[in-house]
């Protein structure tokens, strides 16, 4: 199991920080190889599926994730998403926050809990480290690009 934390202040309002990085097929225009789809369409709510399916050809895989907690900013206050990931190969739960920062911005928090079905966990540590270079770069895009 690998355990990543990253955490960015972005000069966002709240709700814009949150609309960026829940925008969830924005996620796979900037992880590499991936698509991302939404099931049923709409809006994100508790019971939505997030799918990235990753990969090429016969060597993808579907990730699945369903929103366990959909908690939006309001009114100022903080909002947090969780994601538990009811895949095949890929195992954990993700938690995306925004929560108030210096000078009017926005902290962003994103905590993931990665486990891949068939691997040992002598490699946990690679997949950390890769873990957190993907997703680093992603929560990088995502704030950077309206």
């Known amino acids: 199991m690998a355990n ?5 202040t972005a000069p966002l309002p ?8 829940t925008a969830w097929p ?3 225009d900037v992880v590499p190889l991936t698509v991302v789809r939404v099931v049923p369409p709409g809006p994100t709510r508790e019971g939505t599926r997030v799918v990235a399916r990753s ?13 366990t907690l959909w908690r939006p900013p309001t009114d100022g206050s903080a ?10 190969v890929v195992l954990g739960w993700a938690e995306l926050e925004v929560r108030p920062g ?10 993931e809990e990665i486990r891949l079905r068939f ?6 540590g690679v997949v950390r480290r890769s873990a957190r270079a ?10 950077r690009r309206p």
């Open 4 to 8: 990543i934390e990253l955490q960015r």
């Open 14 to 21: 709240l709700d814009e920080a949150w609309r960026r990085i």
């Open 26 to 28: 924005r996620h796979g």
């Open 55 to 67: 990969g090429l050809g016969p060597l993808a895989f579907d990730d699945p994730m369903e929103v």
């Open 79 to 88: 909002g947090i998403c969780r994601l538990e990931k009811r895949g095949r």
């Open 102 to 111: 210096p000078g009017g911005r926005t902290r962003v928090v994103w905590r």
């Open 119 to 124: 691997l040992p966990p002598l490699f946990d």
């Open 134 to 143: 993907v997703f680093g770069r992603a929560l990088n895009h995502l704030l």
